[in-house]
């Protein structure tokens, strides 16, 4: 499953296709996902692959609202930036997420980080320290949409799981 979505991403990014291309591109793509499955991720199997790939409408939502939520947060902080009315007050926030795993909580500290005037500095368990360039950014962190749709998420990988 991930050889067959490396080869397709070597012929997308070649831009066009010939034979020797793809000869190359599948050696490439198959040693790269051996590697991978042996030495990085050796509990990705090919279940938790199909799973991953059932779970991709949910996924590309879920980058659908990380770009959209990017776009309103840099037109927020442009405004700070481009009217001298307001004076920008940084502030260091702290907040918890009521989420169970480690990987949705990585992906909230990363989406976070993603989005314009705010980076998260900490995170310990389900508490995070968030960097936010103005106090007025912090209004937002707590019961996110980000933090809705992976608690979302992670309740249909946990539908999956045998208990």
């Known amino acids: 499953m991930v050889a067959l979505a490396l080869f397709l991403l070597w012929i997308l990014f070649n831009g066009k296709f010939t034979w020797e291309l793809a000869a190359f591109g599948a050696a490439i793509s198959f040693a790269l996902a051996w590697f991978t499955q042996r030495f990085i991720a050796p509990d990705f199997t090919m279940k938790k692959q199909w799973a991953a790939v059932r779970h991709l409408p949910e996924l590309m939502r879920y980058g659908a609202l990380l770009v959209k939520e990017i776009a309103l947060a840099t037109f927020s902080v442009m405004r700070l930036i481009l009217t001298d009315s307001d004076e920008v007050v940084p502030k260091l ?18 989406s976070i980080t993603l989005t314009p005037g705010t980076i998260t500095v900490h995170l310990q368990d389900d508490e995070y320290l968030v960097h936010c360039l103005d106090e007025s950014l912090e209004e937002g962190l707590h019961g996110s949409s980000f933090e809705t749709m992976l608690k979302s998420i992670e309740a249909s990988f946990e539908k999956e799981q045998p208990a």
């Open 93 to 110: 926030a702290t907040f918890k997420a009521d989420l169970k795993t480690a990987p949705a909580r990585t992906a909230l500290a990363d």
